[in-house]
């Protein structure tokens, strides 16, 4: 008799003792997702942010952040700056500007970078830059590789897609010049100035 009573009850604490790990580690997951989509920006914000940037009618940037959005989602940083960049086969890059992180001050940084291929031209122009899965601003300092025709045109603003581990980075580009081709290569991205472009 004893033992018909207390059986129900030993199983119950057991199930309850299983139950509460998991329901702890389900709120702490939801509490990160919460987190993570309060750290990104939306498809307005960036618009705003970039046609003010570019100096560009909100249309014309909607356009091209929207191509952008319907591939990659929400970006949880970008980064707004200006570069100039010149090639004859082969080309070099270089830029300044700062990352921008909801609940985080601007941060200074640089890029540089060297292309090959079929490219001549040179351009001095603005770039705005979506980044995705960065998380930390210590994820942004290393080599970035262009994606291989990820370039398109639209509204008068250039992107391309560059990758490294699991960070995505679309720079969007509108200036005075004229590079048009085809290149691989790569940028770095640092928290120092440097000639180097390597």
């Known amino acids: 008799m004893i033992l018909s009573r207390l059986f129900p009850a030993a199983i119950g604490a057991l199930v309850m003792l299983g139950v509460a790990p998991v329901t702890g580690l389900g709120s702490a997951h939801a509490a990160e997702t919460v987190q993570e989509a309060a750290d990104q920006f939306t498809e307005s914000e960036v618009v705003q942010a970039a046609s003010g940037f570019f100096g560009m009618t909100t249309e014309a940037v909607a356009k091209a952040v929207q191509k952008i959005f319907s591939e990659r989602g929400l970006p949880d940083a970008y980064i707004k700056g200006e570069e100039g960049s010149g090639a004859f086969v082969v080309g070099l890059r270089y830029g300044s500007g700062y990352l921008i992180r909801k609940r985080h001050k601007p941060l200074k940084i640089y890029w540089q970078g060297p292309s090959i291929g079929f490219d001549v031209g040179g351009n001095a122009s603005k770039n705005f830059t979506l980044i995705y899965n960065l998380r930390r601003a210590d994820r942004l300092f290393q080599k970035f590789p262009g994606v291989e025709g990820s370039y398109y045109f ?20 509108t200036g005075v010049g004229l590079r048009a081709g085809v290149n691989a290569g790569y940028l770095t991205y640092t928290r120092e100035h440097t000639l180097n472009p390597f």
């Open 154 to 173: 639209i509204a008068g603003i250039g992107v391309n897609y560059q990758r490294a581990d699991d960070i995505t980075l679309a720079p969007m580009r």
